[in-house]
C-alpha cells in the first residue's frame, strides 16, 4: 500500500493560463471596496498583465448570511466583471472565518489553546477542528460553493481554507479534541499496555489504567513525555488533514478538470504537510521575505549586520527553502505561490519598504524555482480591520503602489515553463522536527536551525536542491543530505540502505536518535544506522552561546557530538582538538555516507563541497548575497545585496537579476571559481544587465 503522504491527483485539465511561461494574478477581496470601483480594479489588473484573481477568500458571512441561507448575487457580478476583463478566477473556500452566528449557534467550536484558555471569535481561525458543528457547517458551505461555481467556465481552481495552524490553532485543546485524540490512541494502540509500553510510561509513574485518563499534553507541572507529544502531534496533524480531505473529495465531485491546492506557510512546523498535502494537485505557499527574515536571527545564524543587509529584500536562501520544500511537497514537481509580498507587510518585529526590484528579484527567484503561477498580496490595501498597515497593488487612495510598478514592469514570457532537475536532495521529516521541539538541548539550534545551515551551505557552493519526505524515491539522485533526521524506522534504514548503494549520503547530528514512538533505541542513539555509518555515538555535547569545540581549523558552535569507529572501512575525516572531546571523531565516513557531528557551518561546506566533487556534481562559490537557480535550460543569477556585485566578468545591478544559459555559467566560472569584488561604484537603481542568451 502507498503511503498517502505521497499520492497526488491530477485533475487541472481546466488550467489554461500561461501557455506555457509563468502567470501572474493578484489577491482581491471586493467585498472590501465600493462595486461601483470593481470593473476599472478589473481593467487595471489586466493592464498590469495580470491573468487571474483569488476571490472569496474569507468571505464566509457575506456569503452563507443565515445556516443555509446563502447570497451569492455579489461573488456572482464580482466573477462576472473578472471575466469581462480578460481575468480567469481561483475561488477560496472561506472556512479560515467562521461568521458570528455560527459561533453563536455553536460556541463550542471555539478552540482552546494550551494556556486552558477558550479564544473567541474578532479574528480568523477561530474553531477546533475536531468540533463535529464546524466540521459540518464547513462541509455545507464547501459543497454550497462548489455546486454554485465548480464548472463556470472563467475558475480554473480552487484554494482550501487558508493558511492552516495560523495563530497557533493546528493544536486545540478542547474537551472535543481530547476525547478524539483518546479515541485515536486506542485505535492506534489497542491495549493500554502497549500505549504504556511505547510511550514508556513506568517513567515518573505515568502509567495509565484508563483511556479516559489519558490527557492532552503541554499542561502539566513539568515538560510532557516526548512519546506523549509525538502522538498529540501526528493525531493533530492528521485533524487537519482529515478536514481538508473532506472540501477537496466535495471539490473533486462537483469541480472536475480544476486544480484544488492549499496556501501553506513558510517554515511552519505544527503539522505534517506531507500528510496534509495528499490529494492536492500541487501545493502553495504565502511568500513574505522580509517576514520571515526574523527566523534566521532566532536562530543565531544572522548578526545585526547581516541582519540589516537584507531587511528590504529578506535572505535568499530562506526564500528559496520553502519554495523547494513546497515543490516537493506532494510529488507533483508543480508550485504556486498563492500569496507574494508586494510592498511592506504589517506583523513582522519592523515591517521595513522593500527595496526597488525586490518585488521583481522575489517573482523570479519563485519562478526559477519551480513556481508556475505568483499572486500578488494583495489588490489593494485595506481601509478597515486588522492589516490596515499592509500594502497593495494599490494604496488605500486607489493609486499605484510601487510594487504595481515592477509588476508592470514583468514579462511572463521570459519565464518558460519547464521541469526543474536537480542532483541533490535534502531529507525534511517533521515528525523528526516534532521530537527536536519536544526535547531541544539547545536553546537556538532547533530543527529549523540545524536543517536550513546544510541548506544554506549548498546554495552557497550554486547547487539546487530538492526538499524530500525520506520515504521517497532517492533513486535520482546523487547526493542525498539528511541533516536532522532523528526518527528512523526499520523501512527508513532499509530505504536508506539502498539509497547508499548508488549514491553519496551525508548525515547530521542527532541522525536516528529516536524510535517511531520517540523512545531512544534499547542499543544506542544512532545504532539503527550503525551498520550503514559504520560509527557508533559516544557522546553529545549541547554547546551554551560563546562556547565551542575546537575541530582542526574549524570551531563548532551550539552542538558536537562523537564517534568511535565501528567498521575497519569507517575513515575519520576530522576529529575534536580539545575540550571532553578531545581527539574523538567528529566526522566520519564509510564508502559512501559520511556522518558529520559537529555543528560548524565552515566545516559542513567543506564536506559537502567534497561530496559534491565525488558526485561530479559541478559547484561555484558565490559571493555573500548573490545565488543562482537553475530551471530547465536558464540559470538565474540573483544579487539580493543593496550594492553592484562584480562576479566572474559580470557586474550584477543591485537587487537585480540576469538570465544566463545554463551551459554558459560553469564556463564563466571555471577560470576564476572565487571571484567576487564590489563594483567600483553603484549603478542606476533600474539599471538590469543585459540578459545573456
Known amino acids: 500500500m502507498r503511503d498517502r503522504r505521497f499520492l497526488h491527483s491530477s485533475s487541472t485539465g481546466h488550467l489554461n493560463l500561461g501557455a506555457g511561461h509563468l502567470s501572474l494574478g493578484v489577491c482581491d477581496y471586493p467585498e472590501h471596496v465600493d462595486p461601483a470601483s470593481w470593473p476599472e480594479h478589473a481593467r487595471q489588473q489586466r493592464a498590469l498583465g495580470l491573468r487571474f484573481v483569488r476571490l472569496a477568500e474569507f468571505a464566509w458571512s457575506r456569503l452563507e448570511l443565515r445556516p443555509g441561507e446563502f447570497d451569492w448575487a455579489w461573488l456572482d457580478r464580482a466573477i462576472e466583471v473578472a471575466v469581462a476583463a480578460g481575468l480567469q478566477v481561483v475561488l477560496c473556500t472561506p472556512t479560515a472565518a467562521p461568521p458570528a452566528w455560527l459561533v453563536e449557534a455553536h460556541p463550542e467550536i471555539l478552540p482552546v489553546g494550551r494556556d486552558g484558555r477558550r479564544r473567541t471569535a474578532g479574528s480568523r481561525r ?26 463556470h467556465p472563467a475558475v480554473i481552481g480552487w484554494q482550501t481554507d487558508n493558511e492552516f495552524g495560523w495563530g497557533d490553532t493546528a493544536q486545540s485543546f478542547t474537551p472535543a479534541a ?12 489497542g491495549t493500554l499496555d502497549a500505549l504504556n509500553e511505547a510511550w514508556g510510561n513506568v517513567f515518573w509513574s505515568m502509567e495509565y489504567g484508563d483511556w479516559t485518563q489519558i490527557p492532552l499534553p503541554g499542561q502539566a507541572v513539568s515538560a510532557s513525555n ?13 485533524q487537519v488533514a482529515a478536514f481538508q480531505a473532506e472540501q477537496v473529495a466535495l471539490l473533486r465531485r462537483s469541480s472536475p478538470g480544476r486544480f484544488v491546492t492549499h496556501n501553506f506557510m513558510g517554515f ?54 520553502n519554495h523547494d520544500l513546497y515543490r516537493g511537497l506532494t510529488g507533483a514537481g508543480r508550485l504556486w505561490i498563492l500569496e507574494q509580498q508586494c510592498g511592506q507587510i504589517d506583523w513582522a518585529p519592523s515591517n521595513p519598504l522593500p527595496a526597488t526590484g525586490a518585488v521583481d528579484l522575489w517573482t523570479a527567484q519563485a519562478w526559477a524555482h519551480g513556481a508556475d503561477a505568483v499572486t500578488y498580496f494583495r489588490w489593494q490595501a485595506a481601509t478597515m480591520a486588522q492589516e490596515i498597515l499592509h500594502s497593495g497593488l494599490l494604496r488605500h487612495d486607489g493609486t499605484p503602489d510601487r510594487g504595481a510598478a515592477e509588476v508592470a514592469g514583468i514579462d511572463p514570457a521570459r519565464y518558460p515553463s519547464a521541469p526543474v532537475r ?9 515528525e523528526s522536527l516534532w521530537l527536536y521541539g519536544a526535547q531541544p538541548h539547545s536553546q537556538h539550534l532547533t530543527y529549523w536551525a540545524q536543517t536550513f545551515t546544510y541548506y544554506r551551505e549548498l546554495r552557497r557552493l550554486g547547487v539546487d536542491v530538492d526538499i524530500l519526505h525520506p520515504d521517497r524515491p532517492l533513486d535520482g539522485y546523487d ?4 541533516p536532522a533526521l532523528t526518527l528512523m524506522t526499520p523501512e527508513r534504514v532499509r530505504h536508506l540502505r539502498l539509497a547508499a548503494q548508488h549514491g553519496r549520503v551525508v548525515f547530521g547530528p542527532r541522525t536516528a536518535f529516536r524510535t517511531p514512538t520517540g523512545r531512544a533505541a534499547q542499543t544506542g542513539a544512532g545504532s539503527p544506522l550503525a551498520q550503514l555509518t559504520g560509527a557508533r555515538l559516544l557522546n553529545f555535547d549541547s554547546l551554551p552561546a560563546g562556547m565551542s569545540q575546537q575541530v582542526g581549523s574549524y570551531r563548532a558552535d551550539l552542538w558536537a557530538e562523537s564517534y568511535a569507529a565501528e567498521d575497519p572501512a569507517t575513515e575519520i575525516l576530522h576529529r575534536y582538538a580539545d575540550g571532553p572531546l578531545s581527539g574523538e571523531a567528529a566526522v566520519t565516513r564509510r564508502g559512501l555516507v559520511t556522518l558529520i557531528g559537529a555543528h560548524s557551518p565552515e566545516l559542513i561546506g567543506e564536506v559537502l563541497a567534497g561530496a559534491l566533487r565525488a558526485a561530479n556534481i559541478p559547484t ?32 550584477l545591478a543591485p537587487v537585480s537579476t540576469t538570465f544566463l544559459r545554463t551551459a554558459e555559467v560553469q564556463a564563466r566560472a571555471a577560470p576564476h571559481p572565487t571571484a567576487s569584488t564590489p563594483a567600483p561604484s553603484p549603478a542606476p537603481s533600474a539599471h538590469r544587465l543585459k540578459e545573456s542568451t
Open 422 to 430: 536537480n542532483r541533490v536532495a535534502l531529507l525534511h521529516d517533521y
Open 226 to 238: 516526548p512519546s506523549h507529544l509525538l502522538d498529540f502531534m501526528r493525531f493533530s496533524s492528521g
Open 479 to 482: 547526493l542525498i543530505v539528511a
Open 268 to 321: 511552519f512546523s505544527a503539522f505534517d504537510h506531507y500528510e496534509v498535502a495528499a490529494g492536492l494537485d500541487f501545493a502553495a505557499w504565502d511568500s513574505y521575505p522580509t517576514g520571515t527574515l526574523d527566523a534566521l536571527s532566532e536562530w543565531q545564524l544572522l548578526d545585526g549586520d547581516a541582519a540589516r543587509r537584507y531587511a528590504r529584500t529578506g535572505h535568499p536562501d530562506v526564500t528559496a527553502f
Open 178 to 189: 481530547q476525547a478524539a485524540f483518546q479515541a485515536w490512541l486506542h485505535a492506534r494502540y
Open 620 to 651: 561555484v562559490n558565490l559571493p555573500e548575497g548573490v545565488r543562482l537557480s537553475r530551471r530547465g535550460e536558464v540559470t538565474l543569477l540573483q544579487n539580493w545585496n543593496a550594492q553592484p556585485v562584480a562576479w566572474c566578468d559580470l557586474e
Open 126 to 151: 477561530h474553531a477546533d477542528l475536531s468540533s463535529p458543528a464546524f466540521r459540518e457547517a464547513s462541509v455545507r458551505i464547501t459543497q454550497a460553493m462548489a455546486e454554485r461555481y465548480g464548472t
